[in-house]
């Protein structure tokens, strides 16, 4: 079994109680998740509390700890304090790792992050976690950046793990990517529910984020809401259990 999970923490940040990084790492622990895909993380930020300094200012090798032995990290966005982008931390090895700039105009910097994990049984697991901008144009054309590197550089018959935001409340991009890379929601799998609602994570109604498979068949999936969540992040994570 393999549990996977995709997560926007914001940068650490609520919508109502601001940065917590004790917060973010409980609901992390309560995820239980062997691979996960996180967007808005930051690697590098000077301006952080002596509780991320310690990690060399680092919010992601905080995150990471002693949980998640291999980590991936594809930074998108700058700034004079630091950077943030896209991780994928797992508790497998990871053999390669590559990030894509999928950036589409110079307000938004978006970008894919695409690793290869060693899973004991499954062998190469191509994981692709992604962060879309707010614009259709643009989600449109990251969506097929997306699915030319999956058709360019994943096996027809590898497993397929692809997660993330993709702000896409009018389902333009849910509709390329699985009619394009016959890929599945794990909610719609597991469930025969309808997509998850992740955003605002105080009352969801947006489905801005999924988690899609391939070759791979879904246990179980779930979307973690409810008072504790809202102390983390913006939106809700969504999780599920892969066989």
């Given at each position: 079994m393999l549990t996977v999970a995709t997560y926007n923490i914001r940068k650490g940040h609520s919508l109502t109680r601001g940065s917590s990084l004790s917060q973010l790492k409980a609901g992390i622990n309560d995820l239980s998740a062997d691979i996960l895909c996180l967007q808005e993380v930051q690697d590098v930020n000077t301006r952080r509390a002596t509780t991320i300094a310690q990690h060399g200012h680092s919010q992601l090798a905080a995150l990471q700890g002693d949980t998640y032995a291999h980590c991936a990290y594809g930074a998108n966005a700058f700034y004079d304090h630091g950077h943030h982008g896209n991780a994928i931390l797992s508790k497998f090895p990871i053999h390669f790792w590559e990030n894509i700039d999928?950036?589409?105009?110079?307000?938004?910097?978006?970008?894919?992050?695409?690793?290869?994990?060693?899973?004991?049984?499954?062998?190469?697991?191509?994981?692709?976690?992604a962060h879309f901008g707010l614009f259709k144009g643009s989600r449109i054309r990251q969506a097929q950046a997306l699915i030319e590197q999956v058709q360019n550089h994943v096996p027809d018959t590898a497993p397929l793990i692809i997660a993330g935001d993709f702000n896409d409340w009018n389902l333009h991009v849910h509709q390329l990517l699985t009619r394009r890379l016959s890929v599945a929601d794990v909610l719609e799998s597991a469930n025969e529910s309808r997509l998850a609602r992740t955003f605002p994570v105080q009352l969801p109604w947006f489905r801005l984020d999924r988690?899609?498979?391939?070759?791979?068949?879904?246990?179980?999936?779930?979307?973690?809401s409810g008072r504790e969540w809202r102390t983390r992040s913006d939106h809700a994570p969504i999780s599920a259990l892969l066989l």
């Open positions: 999928v950036s589409d105009h110079r307000l938004e910097q978006r970008g894919v992050l695409h690793a290869v994990v060693e899973h004991p049984r499954l062998g190469d697991l191509h994981v692709l976690c988690l899609y498979t391939r070759h791979l068949n879904v246990q179980s999936a779930q979307v973690h």
